[in-house]
C-alpha cells in the first residue's frame, strides 16, 4: 500500500470559531466580536446530510440580537465560518465555509442591576440546506452526473462529480434540487465500473456527488500509539443490515406496456472492496423489490439493485474513532486504520475505512471529534478464508486528491505522496 498522509494536528493549543457576514464588495464583518464570548459549538458532518454547526454564547451588549436579526431579515441568512488553532501568539485558520442561519435562541443573562446581554444558540446549516429550499418542476435530460453539476451551478457552488452512464430524461415534480436527487437520481447512478453507492454532501463549499472511492484523500491513524487517541468503539451491524439488502437484492421489473416482468440481481462482484471477508448469507435473504419500467432503459433496474446493495453492505462494519485536536480528517476521506503499536494488521479490525459522518466538539477552547468510519468487510488474517467479492480500490486514482479552495478562495487539487 503507498504511504499515505498521517493525521497531524495543525497545532496544539485552543481552538476557536470565527462568525462573520460578507457585504456585496467582499469586506469580512466579524459576527463574534469582543462583546461575544463562545462557550461552545458543535460541529456535525454527514454524508448524504446538511452540515450543521451549533453555537453557544455570551452576549454581554443587549443590543447583539439585533445583529442576528439583521442578518435574518435579509431573508437568505448568509454567514461565514472557520475554526481556528492558537498556538502562542499566532492564530493558523481554516478556510471560510458558507452557512446560513436556520435558528437562534436568546435567554436573558439577569434582571439585576447593571447586567445585560443573552445566552445565545445559534444553529447553522450548509449550502445543501440552503439549495433544499427551492421547489421545482422541470425534465433533466442527460446523465446523472451532467444533471447534479447543473444543479451545483444553478446555486453558483464548484462541484467534485464522477462521471455515470446513460443519457436519460428525469422528471422533477415539485420537489427541491436535493430531493431530486436523494429520492430520483442516487440510486440510479452508477460509473463505468458498476459501481453505485453515490454520496452527496458538501466539504470546502464543494458539492460532492461520486461513489467513496473517487477522488478521495488517503490518510492513516495507529490508534495506540498516538497521544491524541481518546477512544474506540467497534460496532458490527451486519446482520442488521442483511435484513435491508445487505445480502442481497432482486428488482422484478414489470413493463406496463406489454405485460411482461424480468428479475435482476445485485451483482457483488462489483462492490467496492476495502477488506476481504464477508458473511455468507442464506439466499433466501435476499430482498425483493418491484419496479415498473418505463421509457427509461432497463438497466436502471441493475443500479437500483447495486446501490441498495452496496449502500448496505458498506455499512456493515463501523468504527467510532474518538480524538483530540484533529481537524484534518473530513468526510470521504480514506482512513488507514493501525491497530496494534508496530503497525502490522493484527485485528480484523484494522485497514482501510471511509469518513462517513464527523462530528468535533469545542469546549472552553478544547477540540475533541468522533469520526464514524465505515466499511462492508472485516480483514481475515494469519491463514483465514478471504470470502469477500468485490473490486479492490485502486490506490493510484485515490492518491490524485480531491477538489478545494484555500483561504483566498482559489481552486486547489490536493496530491498526497505515494507510498
Same mark, same amino acid.
Given at each position: 500500500?503507498?504511504?499515505?498522509?498521517?493525521?497531524?494536528?495543525?497545532?496544539?493549543?485552543?481552538?476557536?470559531?470565527?462568525?462573520?457576514?460578507?457585504?456585496?464588495?467582499?469586506?469580512?464583518?466579524?459576527?463574534?466580536?469582543?462583546?461575544?464570548?463562545?462557550?461552545?459549538?458543535?460541529?456535525?458532518?454527514?454524508?448524504?446530510?446538511?452540515?450543521?454547526?451549533?453555537?453557544?454564547?455570551?452576549?454581554?451588549?443587549?443590543?447583539?440580537?439585533?445583529?442576528?436579526?439583521?442578518?435574518?431579515?435579509?431573508?437568505?441568512?448568509?454567514?461565514?465560518?472557520?475554526?481556528?488553532?492558537?498556538?502562542?501568539?499566532?492564530?493558523?485558520?481554516?478556510?471560510?465555509?458558507?452557512?446560513?442561519?436556520?435558528?437562534?435562541?436568546?435567554?436573558?443573562?439577569?434582571?439585576?442591576?447593571?447586567?445585560?446581554?443573552?445566552?445565545?444558540?445559534?444553529?447553522?446549516?450548509?449550502?445543501?440546506?440552503?439549495?433544499?429550499?427551492?421547489?421545482?418542476?422541470?425534465?433533466?435530460?442527460?446523465?446523472?452526473?451532467?444533471?447534479?453539476?447543473?444543479?451545483?451551478?444553478?446555486?453558483?457552488?464548484?462541484?467534485?462529480?464522477?462521471?455515470?452512464?446513460?443519457?436519460?430524461?428525469?422528471?422533477?415534480?415539485?420537489?427541491?434540487?436535493?430531493?431530486?436527487?436523494?429520492?430520483?437520481?442516487?440510486?440510479?447512478?452508477?460509473?463505468?465500473?458498476?459501481?453505485?453507492?453515490?454520496?452527496?454532501?458538501?466539504?470546502?463549499?464543494?458539492?460532492?456527488?461520486?461513489?467513496?472511492?473517487?477522488?478521495?484523500?488517503?490518510?492513516?491513524?495507529?490508534?495506540?500509539?498516538?497521544?491524541?487517541?481518546?477512544?474506540?468503539?467497534?460496532?458490527?451491524?451486519?446482520?442488521?443490515?442483511?435484513?435491508?439488502?445487505?445480502?442481497?437484492?432482486?428488482?422484478?421489473?414489470?413493463?406496463?406496456?406489454?405485460?411482461?416482468?424480468?428479475?435482476?440481481?445485485?451483482?457483488?462482484?462489483?462492490?467496492?472492496?476495502?477488506?476481504?471477508?464477508?458473511?455468507?448469507?442464506?439466499?433466501?435473504?435476499?430482498?425483493?423489490?418491484?419496479?415498473?419500467?418505463?421509457?427509461?432503459?432497463?438497466?436502471?433496474?441493475?443500479?437500483?439493485?447495486?446501490?441498495?446493495?452496496?449502500?448496505?453492505?458498506?455499512?456493515?462494519?463501523?468504527?467510532?474513532?474518538?480524538?483530540?485536536? #484533529? @481537524?484534518?480528517?473530513?468526510?470521504?476521506?480514506?482512513?488507514?486504520?493501525? %491497530? *496494534?503499536?508496530? /503497525?502490522? &494488521?493484527?485485528? !480484523?479490525?484494522?485497514?482501510?475505512?471511509?469518513?462517513?459522518?464527523?462530528?468535533?466538539?469545542?469546549?472552553?477552547? #478544547? @477540540?475533541?471529534?468522533?469520526?464514524?468510519?465505515?466499511?462492508?468487510?472485516? %480483514? *481475515?488474517?494469519? /491463514?483465514? &478464508?478471504?470470502? !469477500?467479492?468485490?473490486?479492490?480500490?485502486?490506490?493510484?486514482?485515490?492518491s490524485s486528491g480531491g477538489v478545494s479552495k484555500t483561504a483566498s478562495g482559489s481552486r486547489?487539487?490536493?496530491?498526497?505522496?505515494?507510498?
Amino acid at each position: 500500500m503507498p504511504d499515505s498522509q498521517q493525521i497531524l494536528s495543525p497545532g496544539d493549543g485552543q481552538v476557536t470559531l470565527q462568525l462573520a457576514t460578507q457585504s456585496v464588495n467582499g469586506a469580512i464583518q466579524q459576527l463574534l466580536g469582543s462583546q461575544v464570548e463562545l462557550q461552545a459549538a458543535t460541529l456535525s458532518y454527514a454524508i448524504n446530510e446538511p452540515a450543521v454547526v451549533t453555537m453557544v454564547f455570551t452576549s454581554h451588549s443587549a443590543s447583539y440580537l439585533d445583529t442576528l436579526r439583521k442578518v435574518q431579515l435579509t431573508g437568505d441568512p448568509k454567514v461565514l465560518c472557520r475554526i481556528g488553532t492558537i498556538t502562542g501568539s499566532d492564530t493558523q485558520w481554516q478556510e471560510w465555509q458558507d452557512f446560513w442561519i436556520f435558528d437562534f435562541d436568546a435567554t436573558p443573562q439577569g434582571i439585576e442591576a447593571g447586567q445585560s446581554g443573552y445566552l445565545v444558540k445559534l444553529t447553522l446549516k450548509d449550502a445543501l440546506w440552503r439549495i433544499d429550499r427551492v421547489n421545482r418542476t422541470l425534465a433533466r435530460h442527460g446523465r446523472i452526473s451532467d444533471v447534479v453539476a447543473s444543479i451545483a451551478a444553478d446555486h453558483d457552488l464548484d462541484a467534485l462529480v464522477e462521471p455515470t452512464v446513460d443519457d436519460v430524461t428525469y422528471f422533477q415534480i415539485y420537489q427541491s434540487d436535493i430531493d431530486f436527487i436523494h429520492e430520483r437520481l442516487m440510486n440510479l447512478a452508477a460509473n463505468d465500473k458498476g459501481r453505485s453507492n453515490y454520496r452527496l454532501y458538501v466539504r470546502d463549499n464543494v458539492l460532492h456527488f461520486h461513489t467513496r472511492q473517487y477522488k478521495a484523500n488517503l490518510k492513516a491513524f495507529n490508534f495506540y500509539r498516538s497521544e491524541r487517541s481518546l477512544g474506540l468503539k467497534l460496532i458490527d451491524a451486519s446482520s442488521a443490515n442483511s435484513n435491508d439488502g445487505g445480502a442481497g437484492v432482486s428488482v422484478t421489473v414489470y413493463n406496463v406496456y406489454d405485460g411482461s416482468t424480468k428479475t435482476v440481481y445485485s451483482d457483488p462482484n462489483i462492490a467496492l472492496r476495502l477488506g476481504n471477508t464477508i458473511p455468507s448469507y442464506p439466499s433466501e435473504f435476499i430482498l425483493p423489490t418491484v419496479r415498473h419500467a418505463g421509457a427509461n432503459p432497463i438497466s436502471e433496474a441493475d443500479y437500483i439493485a447495486n446501490s441498495i446493495y452496496q449502500h448496505k453492505r458498506h455499512d456493515g462494519y463501523v468504527v467510532r474513532l474518538a480524538t483530540n485536536r #484533529t @481537524l484534518n480528517l473530513g468526510l470521504n476521506d480514506l482512513l488507514n486504520l493501525q %491497530l *496494534s503499536a508496530e /503497525g502490522d &494488521k493484527n485485528s !480484523a479490525w484494522a485497514g482501510l475505512y471511509s469518513v462517513g459522518e464527523v462530528k468535533h466538539v469545542i469546549k472552553s477552547g #478544547t @477540540l475533541s471529534s468522533v469520526f464514524t468510519l465505515e466499511r462492508g468487510e472485516t %480483514l *481475515s488474517i494469519k /491463514g483465514g &478464508k478471504f470470502n !469477500a467479492p468485490g473490486q479492490d480500490i485502486n490506490l493510484a486514482e485515490v492518491s490524485s486528491g480531491g477538489v478545494s479552495k484555500t483561504a483566498s478562495g482559489s481552486r486547489t487539487v490536493a496530491v498526497l505522496p505515494a507510498d
